[in-house]
């Protein structure tokens, strides 16, 4: 079973600094993705950044990185230079790779606010 | 256009009443699901499906009913509504193997009264 913990409380971060918002995970499966989704008050799903278990590298996406620790199963999410727009709840998800069973696991979410 | 089109956006029940939300992609993918999003619970897996004529459960699936005749449609259906069942609902879907690329329809705010 796949299990996303998000703990951090509502997140607050002044414009143009950085933030890290935490994500870690719990599989059992070999190969997996690590997803990371920002949902404004507007309500859709954004796709933000993603990184497979067998990445060497840890993976950016412009103001995005994905700050992978494999061995402590930890996937936190680093927004650079933040911005108001950047006020959003913001999901961890993960999947097995490849295979039939291939759910979609989400964490409970963060809110992040930029203050001006 | 591409993508996942989810409808209705918004719905309200009254207690007992069925109805279905409806989910289609044209991408030919093989895996689609719905969630549900209640606050502070994230999203939830109601049901999935691998494949048209394959589904099986998620972690909330009481209350809900799902098929997949069709690659393109994942209907889901409440038999009768109750006001737990309030709740924004989600459908997404994805190809298959090593792919990264999950498409989310835009939500079904739902509210059963």
């Known amino acids: 079973a796949q299990k996303i913990t998000q703990t951090q409380p509502g997140m607050f971060v002044q414009e143009k600094e950085a933030v890290t918002l935490d994500c870690t995970y719990d599989?059992?499966?070999?190969?997996?993705?690590l997803f990371w989704y920002k949902q404004p008050s507007s309500g859709e799903m954004i796709f933000l950044i993603y990184?497979?278990?067998?990445?060497?590298q840890n993976a950016t996406e412009g103001r995005y990185s994905l700050n992978f620790q494999k061995a402590r199963k930890s996937a936190n999410l680093v927004i650079s230079a933040s911005q108001l727009g950047d006020s959003a709840m913001y999901f961890c998800a993960m999947r097995p790779l490849p295979g039939a069973n291939s759910k979609l696991t989400f964490g409970k979410g963060i809110t992040l606010s930029v203050r001006p | 256009n591409a993508g996942v089109t989810q409808t209705p956006k918004f719905q309200v029940l009254k207690t007992g009443q069925s109805m279905t939300l409806q989910c289609a992609q044209d991408m030919n993918h093989e895996y689609m699901s719905w969630y549900r999003q209640d606050p502070g619970m994230g999203l939830r897996l109601i049901h999935y499906?691998?494949?048209?004529?394959?589904?099986d459960q998620g972690e909330v699936p009481n209350g809900y009913n799902v098929s997949r005749s069709t690659t393109e449609d994942f209907p889901l259906r409440l038999l009768s509504a109750a006001p737990s069942q309030t709740s924004v609902y989600f459908c997404?879907?994805?190809?298959?193997?090593?792919?990264?690329?999950?498409?989310f329809g835009e939500g079904s705010w739902l509210t059963v009264v």
């Open positions: 997404a879907s994805w190809v298959g193997g090593s792919g990264n690329t999950i498409y």
């Open positions: 499906s691998v494949g048209a004529g394959i589904t």
């Open positions: 990184q497979g278990s067998y990445d060497q």
């Open positions: 599989t059992s499966d070999p190969s997996y993705g």
